[in-house]
């Protein structure tokens, strides 16, 4: 199963800050999306990066993927306290399967 | 429409019980996902249904039955559960991969205690 890890696994700072949380992967992939996921609630697609682009941008959201260290980051620029929510990353090989990586807590604080 | 409805929102049952939950889209996707998430923990993949057949299980107790009657529905049949299967129980779908469908959209989820 391809499943990322992110780090850090606990984020916390102030509203208007940058916020950077990095996954790792360990095999080739086709893809990698990220999500967010408010508390209790279901995960809501964010951004998808394919393996031949390097960076992507959607809003405050900023995307790097760099294949050779099988990482990529996600950066939420100028941070409001409505990005208070944990992120996962989804490497994807292309098929059906979609295995979340350990998640990133982020807390925005007003 | 872009929802994936899921009913109940919370359900508490019992070990002898059984039970079933619910999901619903109308997007047209053709795959189906039932994910398990434990508190502060990632969802965890345990079943997918593609084109309404069973493609993934991932070794999940036979305890949990999952069936997709139709390519909009899907349920997850309980039957003596144990308390550590207490957990937000994810639905989620996708177009088919191959049509730029590898977008999971979710479910609210439900939150299962079993007591």
């Known amino acids: 199963s391809q499943q990322g890890e992110e780090d850090p696994q606990a984020l916390s700072i102030q509203e208007g800050e940058n916020a950077t949380m990095n996954c790792s992967y360990k095999t080739s992939i086709n893809n990698l999306q990220w999500y967010r996921q408010n508390s209790g609630r279901g995960l809501v697609h964010l951004i998808l990066?394919?393996?031949?682009?390097r960076e992507k941008h959607s809003g405050r959201l900023r995307v790097t993927l760099d294949t050779s260290k099988k990482s990529s980051s996600l950066l939420i620029t100028a941070s409001r306290a409505a990005d208070t929510a944990s992120y996962f990353c989804?490497?994807?090989?292309?098929?059906?399967?979609?295995?979340f990586g350990t998640g990133t807590s982020l807390t925005v604080i007003p | 429409d872009t929802e994936v409805t899921q009913t109940p929102k919370h359900l508490v049952m019992g070990m002898t019980n059984k039970k079933s939950l619910k999901c619903e889209q109308h997007m047209g996707h053709r795959a189906m996902y039932w994910y398990k998430q434990k508190a502060k923990k990632p969802p965890e993949l345990m079943f997918v249904?593609?084109?309404?057949?069973?493609?993934i299980n991932e070794s999940v107790p036979s305890r949990f039955s999952p069936e997709c009657p139709n390519s909009s529905l899907l349920n997850l049949h309980l039957h003596a559960l144990q308390p550590e299967d207490s957990a937000l129980y994810l639905c989620?779908?996708?177009?088919?991969?191959?049509?730029?469908?590898?977008?999971?959209?979710f479910g609210s989820g439900t939150q299962l205690s079993v007591l």
């Open positions: 249904y593609s084109y309404e057949k069973l493609s």
């Open positions: 990066i394919r393996s031949n682009e």
């Open positions: 989804a490497p994807g090989d292309g098929g059906n399967q979609f295995y």
């Open positions: 989620a779908s996708s177009p088919d991969p191959g049509q730029g469908g590898e977008k999971l959209f």
